[in-house]
């Protein structure tokens, strides 16, 4: 059993509540990690919440069921995991931050899963 890693958000300034690019995820199936790789929000008070949503071509963006991770706080950087079902994933993936007044935090997300093939 082969895992694979793919980015699923480029290391990027985050600092406005927005959908990041959507990216194919269909070969991976069965259960994957995602990793959230991340830097202090800000001052005190200032947080980034971050999700994934998914879509089939243009419809609307949804969020996926209990793929949510903890707010990033002005603590110090770190990262965080959680476990998704990447069958139940749709055509495209994306990463979506809420970031409150103020707040702007550094991030990268990967999957890390094995593919259906090869």
């Given at each position: 059993?082969?895992?694979s ?13 927005a ?13 994957a990690k995602?990793?959230?790789?991340h830097g202090?929000s800000g001052?005190?008070?200032q ?7 998914h879509r089939?071509g243009?419809d609307a963006?949804e ?8 707010t990033i706080?002005?603590a ?7 476990e998704?079902d990447?069958?139940g994933?749709k ?9 409150s007044?103020g707040a702007s ?14």
């Open positions: 059993m082969k895992l890693i793919k980015p699923l958000a480029a290391l990027a300034a985050i600092s406005a509540t959908g990041l690019t959507g990216v194919a995820l269909d070969e991976f199936h069965g259960h995602v990793i959230l790789m202090p001052g005190a008070g947080t980034v919440a971050a999700k994934l949503q089939n243009t963006w969020d996926i069921e209990d793929a949510v991770f903890a706080t002005s110090a950087g770190g990262s965080q995991m959680i998704v990447a069958d994933f055509d495209e993936v994306r990463v979506h931050c809420t970031v007044a935090a550094t991030l990268a997300v990967a999957v890390v899963g094995q593919k259906q093939y090869g």
